[in-house]
Structure formats: C-alpha cells, structure tokens
C-alpha cells in the first residue's frame, strides 16, 4: 500500500474510534493531517477569542517545515496507536 493510500485509510478509520481521543491527541492528528495535505500554515492566527481556532493553528504551526511525506508517516504512526488505544 502507498504512504497515500495507507494515509487516506487511516484518515478515515480514525474517525471511527469507540471513544473520544483527548484533546491534545485530537490536536497533534490535526496539526499533522494539515501538514501532510496543505504543507506548512498559511493563514493568520486566530484572534485571542477563537480559542479552539488559535490552539488548531499552533498544533498546525508547530509542523513548520516538515515535509508532507513525514507529517503522513508521522500521522499514520499516531493515527495507529490511537486506534489500538480506542478500538474502533
């Protein structure tokens, strides 16, 4: 299976999980997908009343410079231990 391929599946399978990651899961999945599928940030930050907006735009900053191939591999590593931890 292609990194893409096994990308996309783990894309959706997390999505599935019995219960709910934790936030900071939920974060670093997101920071990573953002990366693996736009590359690095390339909005403003939210303004300080956008509270979950400025803490996604972080969790996506903090992949600066990380190429899309890494931020895949990166997110199905996680995206797979959060599976196993969750059940789907």
Excluded: C, H
């Amino acid at each position: 299976m292609s990194l893409q391929a096994e990308f996309e599946k783990i894309a959706e399978d997390v999505k599935k999980v019995k219960t709910r990651p934790t936030d900071q899961e939920l974060l670093d999945l997101y920071g990573l997908y953002k990366q693996a599928v736009v590359g690095d940030i390339n909005t403003d930050r939210p303004g300080m009343m956008d509270v979950k907006g400025k803490a996604k735009w972080d969790a996506w900053n903090s992949r600066k410079g990380m190429s899309k191939d890494d931020a895949m591999s990166a997110y199905i590593a996680l995206g797979k231990e959060i599976i196993s931890k969750y059940g789907m």
